[in-house]
């Protein structure tokens, strides 16, 4: 059992940037990929980016490639998503998620947090 906690959220003008932290408890994150997804409302759940369990391998999404970086400190046991040129379309809930391999999907991912608000103003 994991247990993740986003924290980092904010309101931010376009253009600037955020740094949003996945605290995990429960088990050690080194054992789980780790996906960062968002939620704008009235739209599907979507990927932003996954890091695979020794941050080897990483995914992001054509619309946050070269804007998003995704990291890990194994020992920290937290992920990291720094997210820099925010757009208003940026604006969403964002959630992470831990799973035994990487995956575009959110069935690929067993755990996950509550979510934290991100808001990009124009």
């Known amino acids: 059992q994991v247990l993740l906690v986003e924290s980092g959220g904010g309101l931010v003008q376009a253009g600037g940037s955020l740094r949003l932290s996945c605290a995990a408890s429960?088990?050690?994150?080194?054992?789980?990929?780790v996906g960062w997804f968002r939620q704008a409302p009235g739209r599907e759940r979507e990927i932003v980016t996954y890091i695979s369990r020794n941050g080897g391998s990483t995914y992001y999404a054509d619309s946050v490639k070269g804007r998003f970086i995704s990291s890990r400190d194994n020992a920290k046991n937290t992920v990291y998503l720094q997210m820099n040129s925010l757009k208003p379309e940026d604006t969403a809930v964002y959630y992470c998620?831990?799973?035994?391999?990487?995956?575009?999907?959110?069935?690929?991912?067993?755990?996950w947090g509550q979510g934290t608000q991100v808001t990009v103003s124009s």
């Open positions: 429960g088990s050690t994150l080194s054992s789980y990929a």
């Open positions: 998620a831990a799973g035994p391999r990487t995956g575009y999907y959110y069935s690929r991912y067993d755990y």
